[in-house]
């Protein structure tokens, strides 16, 4: 599967999800709600393809012009933090993916 065209079309696809947050700035749950459907397609691919993901929270639009995904992953058995993973590094030939999966 081709996790960076995926979630590059949910992304067009449900742009209200896609949030230029500072710190710690987060969707409004009403966001969440009406986009339900598409937040649901997302954690499906981060749950596939993220270690330790836990829950999708925002596209970021970045200075550069790229997009991370912000989602909350496990880091430890005790401890749940903020992951931005650049959307580019879910491409099929990142160095990110390892090729023996």
């Known amino acids: ?13 449900y ?3 896609t949030l230029d947050n500072d710190g710690y700035q ?16 997302i954690e499906s691919l ?20 790229t997009t991370s995904v912000r989602c909350q992953t496990r880091w430890s058995p005790g401890f749940t933090g903020v992951c931005y993973i650049a959307l580019d590094d879910f491409k099929p030939e990142s160095l990110t993916w390892d090729s023996d999966d």
């Not at 981060?46 to 012009?65: E, H, I, M, T």
Request: charged share 35%; hydrophobic share 40%; aromatic share 10%.
């Open 1 to 13: 599967m081709n996790y960076f065209d995926e979630l590059t079309a949910l992304k067009d696809m």
């Open 15 to 17: 742009p209200e999800l």
């Open 26 to 41: 987060r969707l409004d749950d009403a966001v969440m709600d009406a986009n339900k459907e598409g937040v649901q397609k």
């Open 46 to 65: 981060l749950r596939a393809s993220v270690p330790d993901f836990v829950r999708f929270q925002n596209f970021k639009p970045r200075k550069d012009g």
